[in-house]
């Protein structure tokens, strides 16, 4: 049997895998790493990311590891920071803070972020809440299908 270049390309296409978007709706973020690891995936397979809802700590990492035009918000959407912490249930219970995991973090912000974590007083221990509007919008792009 031979395969004509129209099929062969045919085969190609449906062979090759679909790119989704990641619809980030409730996230209160988790461990750094697989943070790291899971937008390390997306921004490799050139993926988008919308940001539709609750995007707090580990989950703000999306900023410095996806390239910023495959990022976008709608009106829900709210980001949260605050510095890194050790896991609770290596420290009996208590919140102890990182100061490397924090400043890894930063590392990974670009420079709106950190500036508007500065002009914010900083990551403390307190989540600072960016919601919807023109703070938001310096930092990253609305969703143009979205509003």
Not at 53 to 69: K, Q
Request: overall charge positive; hydrophobic content about 40%.
């Amino acid at each position: 049997m031979r395969i004509t270049p129209l099929a062969l390309l045919i085969l190609l296409f449906a062979a090759a895998p679909a790119r989704a978007d990641l619809r980030v709706t409730r996230d209160h973020g988790g461990y750094v790493t697989e943070y790291k690891a899971k937008y390390e995936r997306i921004r490799d397979r050139k993926e988008r990311v919308i940001i539709d809802g609750i995007c707090n700590s580990a989950c703000t990492l999306v900023f410095g590891i996806v390239p910023m035009n495959k990022v976008c918000v709608t009106p829900r959407a709210s980001l949260g920071f605050h510095q890194a912490y050790y896991d609770k249930a290596f420290t009996f219970g208590i919140k102890v803070t990182s100061l490397e995991g924090t400043s890894d973090l930063m590392s990974y912000y670009p420079d709106t972020v950190k500036d508007w974590i500065r002009r914010n007083g900083g990551l403390t221990t307190t989540m600072k809440k960016i919601k919807n509007g023109e703070d938001l919008w310096k930092i990253v792009d609305p969703c143009p299908e979205e509003f």
